[in-house]
């Protein structure tokens, strides 16, 4: 099936790496579901840029991915307006510092919900869209391998990723690919001082850290080139997982 036939779902699609994709997604001709939560603005401006360039082809819907619920009416109205979904990319995510000691229960549902059981029930409620088979991309983390110790609930959630890229990429072959990617330092919190941009360079075997394009590379990788991978963990990280 070429591409200018399928319709990608993007999770947190409207900032940073999730427009990044959605712009390389558009950019193939692909149909695009920008999912958001408070990113309205940016949601709203990058499909009507899409749609400028290909009209009907993009559409924002707003959803908060930790209530299963609104999940499921978010897919459901995806499905009924592009008719098929083809790729799902689970981006969207929590980052929190959490320090031991001090962690709370809201912080632990957060995280969980919104980058572990989100994904799955992203995932349970796309699957019957994807009629002629279909992708799941899960951007999850190199600290889902080697965790960081301030950020306990995050790590453990995309640890939980992992595994469920590989229990997913198990459940739904040969029909479906799975794969996972496992971005490093590429787009640093906002309010990163330099000084912290510069010891994460430091601690970065090449020296430098990623840029979007580098995670839309592995994408790009994944769904043009990647018709025998499934179940796979594609670090795009700098080397920081073998450091
Ligand atoms: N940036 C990096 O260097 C880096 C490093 C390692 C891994 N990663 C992974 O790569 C992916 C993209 O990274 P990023 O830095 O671009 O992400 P990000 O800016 O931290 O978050 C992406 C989007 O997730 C959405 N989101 C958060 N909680 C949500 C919820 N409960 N319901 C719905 N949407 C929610 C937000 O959407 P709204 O703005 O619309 O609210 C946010 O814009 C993430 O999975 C991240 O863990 C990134």
Redesign the pocket.
Known sequence: MSQSTKTVLI??A?????RAIALFCAGRGMKTALH????KKE?LELAEKLNRIHPGTARAFQ????DVSEIKKMVSKMGKHFGRIDILIN?????EKNQFGKTTLDDWEQHLN?NLRAPFFLSQEVVPWMKEGGQIIN?A?WAGIRPYADFIPYCVS?AGLLCLNTALAKALAPKIRVNAIL??????PEKSTPHFKQAVIEATPLKRTGTPQDIVSAVSFLIESGSFITGAQIPVDGGRLIS
């Open positions: 999770t947190g409207a900032r940073r790496i999730g958001y939560r408070n990113s949601a959803s908060d991915l930790s981006n969207a995510s929590v980052y919104a951007i983390d995309k971005p490093g330092p590429v787009l640093l």
